[in-house]
């Protein structure tokens, strides 16, 4: 199973970013995929999630109205679409997925399941 990301970078406040992520290895197409983030020296926060067998989604209240999480069923990919950034958006973002061929955003919102899902290598979002 591998987790690829990209798309962050450095924006100024209200700026946008799109992050990526690319998921392959997987046996079934019925799957948890979002995205934590993490300051250093702060407990990590889930961001947005999507289940990609339905419409369900999750957002973090402090991204509703801004973020836009999607899917790419042909090439296995889900975005972060993440506008009108503010400095506390600022963190490393990691793309974080769970196999589950069934709803599945509850546990993913799980902390203890989360140490069991697969995880990407995170990509760094700067907004000053």
């Known amino acids: 199973v591998q987790l690829v990301e990209s798309g962050g970078g450095e924006v100024q406040a209200g700026g946008s970013l799109r992050l990526s992520c690319v998921v392959s290895g997987y046996f079934y197409t019925k799957n948890c995929i979002g995205w934590i983030r993490q300051v250093p020296g702060e407990e990590r926060e889930e961001v947005a999630a999507?289940?990609?067998?339905?419409?369900?989604?999750y957002y973090n209240d402090s991204v509703k109205g801004r973020f836009i999480i999607s899917q790419d069923k042909g090439e296995n990919a889900v975005y972060l679409q993440m506008n009108g950034l503010k400095p506390e958006d600022t963190a490393r973002y990691y793309c974080?997925?769970?196999?589950?061929?069934?709803?599945?955003?509850?546990?993913?919102?799980?902390?203890?399941?989360?140490?069991?899902?697969?995880w990407g290598q995170g990509t760094q979002v700067t907004v000053s």
């Open positions: 974080a997925a769970l196999q589950a061929n069934n709803p599945c955003l509850d546990m993913w919102l799980d902390k203890k399941i989360q140490s069991l899902m697969d």
């Open positions: 999507i289940y990609t067998g339905g419409a369900d989604t």
